[in-house]
C-alpha cells in the first residue's frame, strides 16, 4: 500500500512540476496555489523516505551512492528556495507573510532556481528509471525472436532521439540564460500552441533521465571491471572507436560554439534603430481626438552611466542613448494616429538596476505609496480617446500608471491599451484598469513581448486598423 502511495506521490509532484513552468496556464493565483500543493507533496515524499534520509550518514560511499546523494540533495535545497522565494513575492496565499528577502532578489531566485530544479527533478527521476522500467523490460524479454529485438532497438533509438531533441529544446528554452541569471524574467510566447511548449519541455525532461540513467548504469558497483570492458571493446573494434571519438568530439565541439553564440546574445546591450523601427504608415482615424500616454522606466529612473540594456530588461540603446520600451511603442502610435503624446514622469525616481526596480515596485504596491507627478499634466477635455502604453510589472500596471489613471477624469473617453512583458502577457492589469477609471476601456488591446518591440510596427498598425 505504501510504495503505491509513493508512486502515486511521486507522480503527481512530477506532473506538478511540469505544469508550473508554464505560468500562462494557471495565472499567478493558481500558481501559487499549485507550488504550495507541489511543496505539500514534497513533505510527505521525505516521510515515507525516511529510511534513505535516515542512512545518508551511515555506511560507506561509492561512486553510485555519492552520485545518488548529491542529486537528491540539490533537489531538496532547490525545492526549499523556491517555496521560500515564492512566499516572499507571493500575492496572494502568503501576501501576509513578512519574510526578510527583497521581492526582487526573491524573483532572481525563483526564476533561476525553478529552472534549475526541474532539471534536477528529472535527474532525480533518471535515478529510479531502471526500477521503473523494471517490468517492462520482463515483458520484452519474455517476447519471442525477432520481435524482442526488434521493440527493444526502436525503444533505444526513440531514446536517443528524444535526447537529441532534449539538447535543441534545452536551449531553445534557455535553461541556461536562466540557471546562470542572465534573463531577469520568464519568456512566454502566447502565439506558441501550447503542444509545443509540452514537447519541449517533456524532452528535456527525457535528456534528463537518459543521461542520468546510463551514468547512474555506469557508476554503480563495479566501476574498474566497466572501465577494463570499454578499454578492451575499444581496442578490439579500433576503428569503429576512432570514428565514434570523432563524431562525439565534433558534436561536443558544435555544441560549444554554437551554446556559446547562443548565451552570448545575453550579454549584448540591445542595440536599435528608431528609424527603422517606426514605420511610415498610418491610419485615418476619423477625426477621432486622442492622446497616446506612456509610463516608461526612461525619464523616471536614474540609470547608471554604463547600465546593459539587457539587465535593464526593458531597454534599448541608440547611438548610447537608452530608450524604453513602452515609449517606442508609444512612439509607434503617435506615427499611426497623429493623436498627441505625453510621456509620464514622477518626482521618485527608481533604481537603475532592474532587479531593484522590480523590489521598489513591490514595496510601492503593498504600502499604497501615491506618486508625485512631475510636469504639466495634459488636460483630457479635449480628447475623446486615450491609448495608454505601459509595461506590465508584477502582473498588472505600475503604480504610477494606476494613481495617473486615477487622478486623471477619463468619463466619456475610449481608452485603449498596449502592454509590454516579459511573458506574462496582460496578467490582471486590464481587469485592474476597469476598476478604477470612469472612461471606457476597450476590449481591443494589445500586448508586445519585450524582445519584439523593435519589430512591433507592423503589429501595432494592425491593431490601430481594427479599432
Same mark, same amino acid.
Given at each position: 500500500m505504501e510504495k503505491k502511495v509513493k508512486i502515486i506521490i511521486d507522480l503527481l509532484m512530477t506532473i506538478g512540476m511540469f505544469f508550473l513552468m508554464g505560468m500562462r496556464l494557471?495565472?499567478?493565483?493558481?500558481?501559487?496555489?499549485?507550488?504550495?500543493?507541489?511543496?505539500?507533496l514534497f513533505i510527505i515524499h521525505h516521510i515515507l523516505n525516511r529510511k534513505w534520509i535516515r542512512a545518508v550518514p551511515k555506511g560507506k560511499y561509492n561512486a553510485y551512492r555519492v552520485f545518488q546523494t548529491v542529486i537528491n540533495s540539490l533537489l531538496g535545497i532547490g525545492v526549499l528556495l523556491l517555496m521560500l522565494s515564492g512566499m516572499a513575492m507571493s500575492g496572494y496565499i502568503f501576501k501576509w507573510l513578512p519574510l526578510p528577502l527583497s521581492a526582487g532578489t526573491a524573483r532572481s531566485i525563483h526564476l533561476i532556481v525553478s529552472h534549475a530544479v526541474y532539471l534536477v527533478m528529472s535527474m532525480h527521476i533518471g535515478l529510479h528509471f531502471a526500477a521503473m522500467i523494471a517490468g517492462a523490460g520482463r515483458r520484452i524479454q519474455a517476447m519471442r525472436k525477432p520481435w524482442r529485438g526488434i521493440l527493444t532497438g526502436f525503444l533505444r533509438v526513440l531514446a536517443v532521439g528524444v535526447a537529441a531533441y532534449g539538447v535543441l529544446a534545452l536551449l531553445n528554452r534557455k535553461f541556461f540564460s536562466y540557471i546562470f541569471g542572465k534573463v531577469s524574467y520568464a519568456y512566454v510566447d502566447y502565439d506558441e500552441p501550447i503542444l509545443w511548449f509540452f514537447l519541449d519541455y517533456a524532452a528535456i525532461m527525457g535528456l534528463c533521465i537518459f543521461v542520468t540513467h546510463y551514468v547512474a548504469k555506469f557508476l554503480r558497483p563495479g566501476l574498474r571491471n566497466r572501465f577494463a570492458g570499454i578499454a578492451a571493446g575499444y581496442k578490439e573494434h579500433t576503428v569503429k572507436s576512432v570514428i565514434l571519438t570523432v563524431v562525439i568530439l565534433a558534436a561536443c565541439t558544435a555544441a560549444v560554439i554554437y551554446g556559446g553564440r547562443y548565451i552570448k546574445r545575453h550579454y549584448v546591450p540591445v542595440e536599435m534603430n528608431r528609424s527603422k523601427a517606426i514605420g511610415t504608415e498610418t491610419v485615418d482615424m476619423g477625426g477621432r481626438r486622442g492622446i497616446v500616454i506612456s509610463f516608461t522606466r526612461v525619464g523616471n529612473t536614474d540609470f547608471a552611466p554604463d547600465v546593459d540594456a539587457v539587465s535593464g530588461a526593458s531597454l534599448m540603446e541608440e547611438n548610447g542613448q537608452l530608450i524604453g520600451n513602452a515609449g517606442l511603442l508609444g512612439d509607434m502610435v503617435q506615427q499611426i494616429t497623429g493623436f498627441d503624446r505625453f510621456g509620464i514622469t514622477v518626482e521618485k525616481k527608481y533604481s537603475s538596476s532592474y532587479g531593484d526596480t522590480i523590489s521598489e515596485a513591490r514595496a510601492e504596491m503593498n504600502s499604497g505609496f501615491v506618486p508625485t507627478f512631475t510636469g504639466?499634466?495634459?488636460?483630457?477635455?479635449?480628447?475623446? %480617446?486615450?491609448?495608454? *502604453?505601459?509595461?506590465?510589472w508584477w502582473w498588472t500596471m505600475p503604480v504610477p500608471v494606476k494613481e495617473y489613471v486615477k487622478q486623471a477624469d477619463l468619463s466619456g473617453k475610449t481608452i485603449y491599451c498596449l502592454v509590454t512583458h516579459g511573458g506574462s502577457g496582460f496578467g490582471s492589469s486590464i481587469g485592474d484598469l476597469k476598476e478604477i %477609471?470612469?472612461?471606457? *476601456?476597450?476590449?481591443?488591446?494589445l500586448e508586445i513581448m519585450d524582445q519584439d518591440v523593435t519589430d512591433a510596427y507592423p503589429k501595432v498598425l494592425e491593431w490601430i486598423r481594427s479599432w
Open positions: 494557471t495565472g499567478q493565483m493558481w500558481h501559487e496555489i499549485a507550488g504550495t500543493a507541489v511543496f505539500l504639466e499634466l495634459p488636460d483630457l477635455s479635449e480628447y475623446d %480617446t486615450g491609448v495608454l *502604453v505601459f509595461p506590465l %477609471t470612469s472612461g471606457t *476601456v476597450s476590449d481591443q488591446k
